[in-house]
C-alpha cells in the first residue's frame, strides 16, 4: 500500500516555541492531505483538509493561525504548531489520498508533541 | 450528518476464538465505510472498506466485515484471534458524497488473551 511518512516522531519543546511537523507521501502523490489530533485513549479529531496548492480549509473550532499549514507540493504537507502552549501536547497524525479515484486515506506514524 | 458509532470501548477474546468488533453508521445515502486499526503510538493502517457491490468484504490480516443495510451495521470479524491483533480499531464513514473528509468511531480496543 501507500506509505506516508511524519517527521519527527517525537518532539518535546518549550512553551511559546513554534514546532513544525511534516507529513509526506513516499510513493505516490497526494492530491489531499488531512490533519488530526488525537488525545489519549480518544478518537481522532480532524483539524484541517490541504490540498497541493490551495488553502488549507479548517473545521469548525481550530484556530487557522494557532495551526498553520502549507500544503507546498503533491508529496509535502507540514503543519506548524505556533507559540506551542502544553494544551497542545497531543498525538498529531496526517493522513493522504493519492487519486480521487482512491477513496481510503492512508496515515502517517503519528508525532507526539510534549510542551513542557 | 453522518456518523458511526462503536458500542463497545473494549472487546477482549481468547486465542483461537472468533472476533466482532461492532459499527453502526447513520448516513444520508449509500455508505462509504472503513476500517482502521490502530497499534501504540502508530498511525492508523487501513484495513477494508465498502463502497458497493458484495456485502462481505474481505480485507488486510485476515479481517473481513459485514455490511448489513437493514440493520445499518458494518461488523469487523474474524475467524479466529491472534495475540498479535490486539490493538485499536476504529470504524469510519465518508462525511458526505462530495468530500473525502472520515468521520471516525470512538474506537474499540481489542484484547486477545493467550
Known amino acids: 500500500g501507500a506509505v506516508v511518512s511524519q517527521h519527527p516522531s517525537r518532539v518535546i519543546c518549550k512553551s511559546g516555541t513554534s514546532v513544525k511537523i511534516e507529513c509526506r507521501s513516499l510513493?505516490?502523490?497526494?492530491?489531499?492531505m488531512f490533519w488530526y489530533r488525537q488525545f489519549p485513549k480518544q478518537s481522532l479529531m480532524l483539524m484541517a483538509t490541504?490540498?497541493?496548492?490551495?488553502?488549507?480549509?479548517?473545521e469548525q473550532g481550530v484556530e487557522k493561525d494557532k495551526f498553520l499549514i502549507n500544503h507546498a507540493s503533491l508529496t509535502l504537507s507540514t503543519l506548524t504548531v505556533t507559540s506551542a502552549h502544553p494544551e497542545d501536547s497531543s498525538f498529531y497524525i496526517c493522513?493522504?489520498?493519492?487519486?480521487?479515484?482512491?477513496?481510503?486515506?492512508?496515515f502517517g506514524p503519528g508525532t507526539r508533541l510534549t510542551v513542557l | 450528518a453522518q456518523s458511526v458509532a462503536q458500542p463497545e470501548d473494549q472487546v477482549n477474546v481468547a486465542e483461537g476464538n472468533p472476533l466482532t468488533v461492532k459499527c453502526t453508521y447513520s448516513?444520508?445515502?449509500?455508505?462509504?465505510l472503513f476500517w482502521y486499526v490502530q497499534y501504540p503510538n502508530r498511525g492508523l493502517q487501513f484495513l477494508l472498506k465498502?463502497?458497493?457491490?458484495?456485502?462481505l468484504v474481505k480485507g488486510s490480516y485476515g479481517f473481513e466485515a459485514e455490511f448489513n443495510k437493514s440493520q445499518t451495521s458494518f461488523h469487523l470479524k474474524k475467524p479466529s484471534a491472534l495475540v498479535s491483533d490486539s490493538a485499536l480499531y476504529f470504524c469510519?464513514?465518508?462525511?458526505?458524497?462530495?468530500?473525502?473528509?472520515?468521520?471516525f468511531g470512538t474506537g474499540t480496543r481489542l484484547q486477545v488473551f493467550p
Open positions: 493522513s493522504a489520498i493519492g487519486s480521487p479515484s482512491e477513496l481510503e486515506q492512508f
Open positions: 510513493d505516490f502523490q497526494a492530491t489531499t
Open positions: 490541504s490540498n497541493e496548492g490551495s488553502k488549507a480549509t479548517y
Open positions: 448516513v444520508s445515502g449509500n455508505p462509504y
Open positions: 465498502y463502497i458497493t457491490g458484495d456485502n
Open positions: 469510519a464513514v465518508r462525511a458526505s458524497y462530495n468530500t473525502d473528509k472520515l468521520i
